[in-house]
């Protein structure tokens, strides 16, 4: 078994047809550290590489989020994924709860942060999900967030809810791979291990449509907005926040040197209203 050559993974942003559309993929595109295949440099041990690896970036000041992440982390790490098997977030994980030590935190819900229990797993989730994806695994359950996250490009996160939405994947390789999680003061990775390198794989994220937001009240006869809407409203409470339709593609080499490209998913981000007292 050899680990092979130094592999390389980057997350490309393909520009949509407008200014604007440019800017919000720009805005849509934190740093994260994304791996495929295997290296030298990312050998696991015990006769084992690491096929698929992604790390994004926390806030050290969010202390009860990132305990949250924390606690999720190790329950997952070191779960075992035999070939052909279903791997499951929500039974890795478990449940989450006040109970079993997670905290309140902000979750999105409805397109819209708020307060919440045992937010930030979806942290913890998203960043597997583009490690899976590195490694090559079968998607067979995956939801986006109503809005884009701050940690990762819109299209690569995969919001999770014990008992609702999961996040699942197949063990496609003939040998079992093992799920590794790590959380540090800044950053959560997540990685599969497995028995031999797989193909590079190179994930692009395309804003294919920036939706803007419909204002709080129908145009006038001009056609533009009123602001304020109504007689006697004088505060826009939110400005909203706009739409976006987004595409992720995986791309491999093939054996005559090409590449080959395959549509992972087509997301679509809905506008935020706006919102007037």
Request: aromatic share 4%; proline share 8%.
């Amino acid at each position: 078994m050899s680990c092979g050559r130094r592999a390389r993974c980057i997350v490309a942003i393909a520009m949509a047809v407008t200014a604007v559309a440019v800017m919000a993929a720009l805005r849509l595109a934190p740093a994260a550290r994304f791996r495929s295949g295997a290296s030298a440099d990312l050998a696991a041990g015990n006769g084992t590489c690491v096929i698929g690896r992604c790390t994004t970036e926390l806030n050290p000041d969010q202390r009860s989020r990132n305990d949250n992440i924390a606690i999720a982390a190790e329950k997952l790490d070191g779960t075992m994924v035999g070939p052909g098997q279903e791997f499951s977030f929500n039974e890795a994980v478990g449940e989450r709860s006040s109970e079993l030590g997670y905290g309140p935190a902000r979750v999105i819900r409805d397109g819209r942060s708020e307060p919440g229990i045992a937010g930030g797993i979806c942290q913890l989730s998203s960043t597997l999900y583009n490690a899976a994806l590195l490694a090559g695994m079968e998607i067979t359950e995956r939801r986006p967030h109503s809005r884009p996250v701050p940690y990762l490009p819109a299209g690569l996160d995969a919001t999770v809810s014990y008992g609702a939405a999961d996040l699942r994947w197949v063990n496609v390789r003939p040998s079992p791979v093992t799920v590794r999680s790590r959380v540090g003061v800044d950053s959560v990775s997540v990685w599969l291990e497995g028995q031999s390198a797989g193909p590079e794989v190179r994930l692009c994220t395309e804003v294919v449509e920036v939706i803007a937001p419909r204002p709080a009240a129908p145009p006038d006869p001009t056609g533009r907005a009123k602001s304020p809407p109504l007689p006697g409203a004088i505060v826009v409470a939110s400005a909203g926040a706009p739409g976006y339709r987004v595409r992720v593609w995986a791309e491999t080499q093939t054996p005559d040197g090409g590449r080959q490209r395959v549509l992972v998913s087509e997301d679509l981000y809905e506008p935020v209203n706006a919102v007037v007292n």
